[in-house]
């Protein structure tokens, strides 16, 4: 299969590695020259740009950083530059609003296009484990499965157009209200003298238990090896958790949902990434929480 790919960035580079190391014949374009000879090196070929890469393609995929940027991409390089055979996959993580809009003039310009955010990391892109979330007609699924499953271990179809979106945000917007409710109970657990190891053995087996504490503990030395335990480098990057919570508010602004747990983790991860935290992986917020604590009741 011809496939372009374009955004070869921290998670498109080893997604379209990927797609090469399968056999497909990738095409790719970044506007960074580096990313580009990176692809080069891994498998891909370069195109001068981004409608020179969709050419004759078969599928289309896009891995940019928010839906400017795939908006503007689709409109002025791949509707009536790409075959109406291609399918378009955008796997970028972005508004639903912004999904839907594209995945609409596509359909009226003609071609088959789903939204396919990913969940997983660097690593994940890197080593083909993906989970991709799908938005889009059950014949675009379908069209779809085969290509995301040589970069992924899962691929699951969310529902129709901007579902895949919506998944992916609501999902990582109770992901952060977990870690931040975990940040926060361990902190108070040890304030009250309780051993972080014991608290953990004991609401990790109890009603507080979720992913954030089992698989994710914030806290070093306790529960399976996690970024605490590299002084939260590496991990998911809070930058990137703060993304997707301001995508989450964005999106229930749009349908009238209160998400009041969703706007103080936005608040927290705020403040988080303004202190200049926004490297370091999400479940460092503790350091924060530990920091600013002052007395049972009185965080601010
Ligand atoms: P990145 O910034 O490393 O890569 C984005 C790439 O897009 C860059 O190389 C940039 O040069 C390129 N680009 C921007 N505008 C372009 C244009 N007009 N034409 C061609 N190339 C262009 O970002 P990333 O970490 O790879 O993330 C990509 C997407 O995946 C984001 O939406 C992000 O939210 C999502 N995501 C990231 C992670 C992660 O852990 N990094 C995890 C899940 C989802």
Not at 105 to 122: F, K, L, Q, W
Not at 210 to 225: H, K, L, R
Request: hydrophobic share 45%; net charge negative.
């Amino acid at each position: 299969m011809r496939i372009a790919f374009i955004g070869l960035g921290n998670m498109g580079g080893g997604m379209a590695a990927n797609l090469a190391k399968a056999g497909h014949e990738v095409r790719a374009f970044d506007l960074s020259e580096a990313a580009l000879a990176k692809a080069e090196e891994r498998g891909a070929t370069r195109a001068a740009d981004a409608a020179a890469a969709v050419e004759g393609a078969d599928a289309v995929v896009t891995m940019l950083p928010a839906g400017k940027h795939v908006a503007e991409v689709y409109r002025s390089s791949v509707f009536g530059k790409a075959p109406t055979s291609a399918l378009l996959l955008d796997c970028s993580t972005i508004d639903v609003a912004t999904a839907k809009a594209v995945e609409a003039e596509a359909r009226a310009a003609g071609y088959e296009m789903v939204d396919a955010p990913v969940s997983g990391g660097i690593a994940a892109a890197e080593g083909g484990t993906l989970t991709f979330m799908v938005g889009g007609t059950d014949a675009g699924f379908e069209r779809a499965r085969p290509i995301l499953e040589q970069m992924g271990k899962a691929v699951i179809h969310a529902g129709d157009s901007g579902a895949g979106q919506a998944a992916k945000i609501v999902n990582n917007m109770l992901l952060a209200v977990t870690m931040a409710g975990t940040c926060e109970a361990f902190v108070l657990a040890s304030k009250l003298g309780l051993d972080p190891q014991v608290f953990f053995d004991i609401s990790s087996k109890a009603s507080g238990q979720s992913w954030s504490m089992t698989s994710y503990c914030p806290v070093p030395g306790v529960g399976p090896e996690t970024p605490a335990d590299r002084g939260y480098e590496g991990g998911f990057a809070a930058q990137l958790m703060l993304k997707d919570l301001r995508l989450a508010a964005e999106a229930a602004g749009s349908v009238n949902a209160y998400t009041p747990m969703g706007g103080e983790a936005q608040e927290l991860y705020e403040r988080f990434v303004q202190r200049g935290g926004g490297a370091k992986d999400f479940s460092a917020l503790i350091k924060m929480i530990d920091d600013s604590w002052t007395a049972p009741g009185d965080r601010n």
